[in-house]
Each structure stands twice: as structure tokens, then as C-alpha cells.
């Protein structure tokens, strides 16, 4: 089917028949059973919006017809097709389609099951806690900010009607930004664009509303006044009550200049909030509304500050939990016993809420918009009731295969859209790393999560192809030399790219946890945990590492009073980063020898292959003895090889407070394949 110019404006703007779908109008007709009222879920000056089912491979749809007479009309409707046919972002609103026929103008978006922000702060009895409130304001503070620093088309985008309306609520609480009809798209290399002022009142920027002169800063004063909002309960604007209270913004600003924060809150967020917290809340709103542009923060600031405020309330919830069921939790991983009576004590209800908000606040969100959080539900219908099992490419456990629509994630049929791969662990075997920003091509992309009944599901893509370690010994397809050195040159971008993060990814790095895609691409998998179990490969890992570990756990174990929370427990980033750099040194030994790290059926003194080939590397005429026979060319090794093996042994070192780094690793690798490159 071609795209088809739209026909309602003098506009040539093109269709995208590729990031979403067009529907005919007998489509919409059907889904909608010919527009029925009953369908109906929201009325605007737009039109009306109906709740449909069982249109293309979607199960939920909401559809928005937009009447004829609307004053959204036809360029607000080809704004919104246009600017969310280039986004994807877990904090924005998807959209799946959209119709324009017969004068007809219909857009398809995923269903949001709980509504709007706005429904919930207005309804008598809401259920949302002040923690709950917290994480609705991050996703939409990071939807804001994903669109204001540039979508892949490398374009600005600001909202312009930015309201508690205009953020809904999917069945899991995650905040998405809606309602794109009045955006302002391709800013990124000015500060302001003059337009005609449109928006909502109560929202909009006083600087905007008397110059005309439209900013990002803009966006960011409607935020304000969402977090007054969602604060205090009130109306942006409510003419019902003292003229003084008309406009939210200045009565609360005018409340907090005369030293009355207190009459700001919602009484039924009162004992949840902190008051350290509550003041910097207080404080990010209020900055939000300076007066002068210029003096507001970005949203990326905005972003940061709301995560720390989420981090802080987090951790005061945590430590209501019982200390004590607390460690006879933990301790039951490693013994297999769970004291019945400190079971009981034990509320694990309440800590599943408080992993679900140290998950959306470690991956929830990622600034690639791609992290989902999905229901039960959704991964059975997209597993096939978790049917379709497979062995992992990249580690020894069995996952599960499935498949969603390939930008809302919503379970489609097996083979259709995008292939993913559910893995289950439980919640408490694994420390959660922060994920925020981890977007690179050498990594497996990790789509989204759920968290239920003392399980968490991780959600990623499915990429076939098979681990480097099966490559260099496991009889899959013999490796060159140039391709050897690529997969390690992208696994040590990828690697590089955390540590830049000061992140450290894994409890040990392997060949096993590089998966080499059908291009022979490194991508690295399986880094978004670090275990406490002691299942671990001494090959990988320095002396000093297990001696540091032991100590760790050997305090746990012996000194209750120690004990402060399972973070505790985890290692110094500085050093899980050089023992990385030291696993990395065995993954290069490995693919220049073309040998396991340790292999049994090797005579005894060369079972283990650091402690037998490390004392070889130093000599350049000892390179033909260990390196593998299918990447010597006439009994000789490709050239530049001695170089990296120098690498290898400065990896390898058991003592150094130096080790090399990642960009000298890298460095070494572009300069040994380039020399190969120009020898073939």
C-alpha cells in the first residue's frame, strides 16, 4: 500500500506506513461498531474517544475520531501523526494507527486502562500512594525530556499543552505523556520560535502568553504546575474557590514564600512524605515556575532531581520492613531453611511494591524509550502460556520465546513483529543495576519487565545467533582472525561504555556472555544483574576477588548487626571493574588460543589455561606454541598478533593497582585489526 499524501491542508506531508499502521474506514467502522456511543470513554473539543477491541493484531485500542468541526482539525491531526511516528518512548503514548478517509480523521492508540493523572488526583477515595505519585512524575518528566533533546530524527519537540490530563496511566502506573496536537517540532539549534499562543490556562508559560516566543522552558513551567498538582490535590485552575486561589501556580508559590508548605499538601498524603523530601518536591515545582526562562531548569534536571526525591522516600519505606525477616529472607537463599514463624512476620506484599519502585526506578526510565512494564497476562499471551522454552544462547538456563507488536509491545501472534525472550529469576537472588541510559548497538536490548509474586520477568530482545564461546570451541563456525578481533573490538565497547558510567555490568565477564549475532556482531548479554549466589567461575576472577568476596559474606553471615539492607552486600564498583578488565584479559587468552579458560581433557598442567600459557606470553617466539592453529598463516601468526598478547598478559596481572583500561584495551584491538585488515 503507498503512502498517501494528506489530503485535508496544503501540506505534502507523507503518511508513515512504516512505524504505524493506516486503517481503512470500514476498519474503524468495525472496531467501533459504526462509531457506537456506548464505546465511548472520553468526550473533548476534538471529538469523541472509544474503547475498541480486535482491530489488526491489536486486543485493546483506544480510537480518537476527530470531528469534522473540530478546532483541533486537520493540522493538529497530521502533527500528531508526524511527531509520534518518529517517537518511541516508554513514557509516551504509542500510537498504533490512524484513518483518514472519506474526511475522516481517526488516530489508533494503545489503550491506557487507568486513565489519567488527573482522574486519579480528582477521585475521592485514589488510591495512589505518595511513592506511587512519585514514579507517575518521573515518567513524565522523562517523556518531556526525551522529546525535548531530540527524537531519532534528531529533532527538539516541545509538547505545548503539557497537563494532568494529558498524562495517562497504563495498567501498570506508568506515566505516558498524550495529546501531541500542538507540538512544535525542530529546535534543537534554536532557543525559541515565535507562534501563535495556544495551549491550556493554568499551564501555560506567562512568557509565552505575552511575547509569543515558545521554549522549551516553556514545557517546563506546565510541569510545575502538574507537580503543584500532584502535591496539593488542587486544580491547575478552580474558580469555585477565594479569587486569591484561582491559579494554583501562584498560591502555592505565594504559600511557600510566607513559610507555609504544610497548607500545600493533600491531607491524604499526610505521614507519607518525608519532610526532607516534601520541601525538595516543594523546591523542583517551584523552580519550575520562575519567573525568568532562562532560571528553569531542563527536564533532564528535573529528571534527576525527582529520582533522587523517589530514591530518598524509597529507602525511608524500606526500613519499616522487618530487619529480621529480613535477613531470614536472604539467609533462606543460601540454606534452603525459612523460619516459619519469621516467614510469617515477614510482609512481602509490601516489599514487592517496594521492588516494583527500585525497578521502575532502575530501568523504567531509560532515555531510548524502550523499556515497557508488562503484565502477566501480556508475557503469557506473548509466550504462548510460557510454552515456547529455549536454551539461552548465552547462559546456561532455559527462557522463553514470544513475540509482540514491534513498537507498543502488545502480544501479537508467534512469528509476527518482533521476536523476544522472557527471562524469570527471583527477586531476591539478584541485585537490580541501574539501566538508566544503556543504549548501545553492542548490547542485547532490554525491552521491559513485570514484577509478580515474588518473581521478576526481564523482557529482551531476540537475537538469533549463537555465543562467542561456542564459536571459539564448541564446533559452531571457525572465526578469522579480523572476525575475532571485531566481536572482541564491539564487546569492549560495549564493556567501555558502562564503565564510562563507573558501572560495573557483570559478577564476571565470559566468552559465554558475548552472543555474535548473524553479522558476527558483539552483542553483550545478561548484564543487567550481579548475583550474590557463590556459583562462581574462579577462571574468570583474580584471587584478590575472591578473598574480597569472602570477606564480604563471611561479615553477613557472622554479624547480624552488620546487616543493613541487601545492597549492602554488593562490591565497590572500582573493583568489580578491574576484575572485568582481568576477565576481559581471559576472554582475548581464550580467542588468541582458541581454548576453554579450563578443560579437563588437557594434560594436568595445562587444565588451566591463565596459569599455563600466562608465563609464555612474554616471549614473542612462544606466540606459535599457544595461539590457534587456524589463525596462523604458514606455521606464522597474523601480524600485529604479539602486540595483543602484550594486552593479555597486562590484563592478567594478579597484583596491580593499575590495569589497563578500557580505551587502552579498545585502542589495542582497532590498531591489531586494522594491521590485519591490511594484510589481507
Known sequence: MLPTPIKDTESSFIFPDQTCQRFTLAEIQSATQNFDDALVIGR??????????NIGSMSEVAVKRLHSMSNQGANEFESEVKVLSMLRHGNLLSLIGYCNDEREMVLVYEFMPNGTLEDYLRKPNSSLSWLLLLKICVGAAQGLDYLHRGTSAQHGVIHRDVKTSNILLDANFVAKVSDFGLVKVGLMDRTHVSTAVKGTFGYMDPCYFYTGKLTRKSDVYAFGVVLFEVLSGKKAVDSTLDEDQWGLA????????????NQIINPRLVGQISRKCMKEFARIARYCLHTEPKQRPTMAEVVVKLESVLSQETEIANSVVSEEGFIYKLRSLFTGKVDDAIESKYDFSRYLDLIRIEVDTAIGGSKDGSFRTFTDYQLASATNNFMDEVLSPTVNESIYKGWVHERTYAPTKCGVDLAIYVRKIEILSQKIIKLKNFNHPNFVELLGYCVSKGELFFVYEFIPGTSFAKHLYGGATSLSWATRLNIAIGAAEGLLYLHKRNQAAYRQFKTSHILV??????????????????QMDRYYATPEWFRYRADRFDSFFHDEDSFVSLYQLSFADDFAMK?????????LLEMLTGMKVYDEERPLEKKNLVEWVTPLLANEENLRMIMDLQLQHNDFPPKGAFKLVQLVS????????????MEDILQVLNHCYQEEIKTV
Open 517 to 534: 549475532d548473524k553479522d558476527f556482531n558483539a552483542r553483550l548479554s545478561d548484564f543487567s544483574f550481579v548475583s550474590y549466589t557463590f
Open 250 to 261: 501562584g498560591w502555592a508559590q505565594k504559600k511557600i514564600k510566607a513559610g507555609k508548605l
Open 44 to 53: 473533548g473539543g476534538f471529538g469523541k474517544v472509544y474503547k475498541c477491541s
Open 579 to 587: 576484575n572485568e578488565i582481568y576477565a576481559f584479559g581471559v576472554v
Open 650 to 661: 597486562n590484563c592478567l596481572q594478579p597484583k596491580q593497582d593499575q590495569p589497563p583500561s
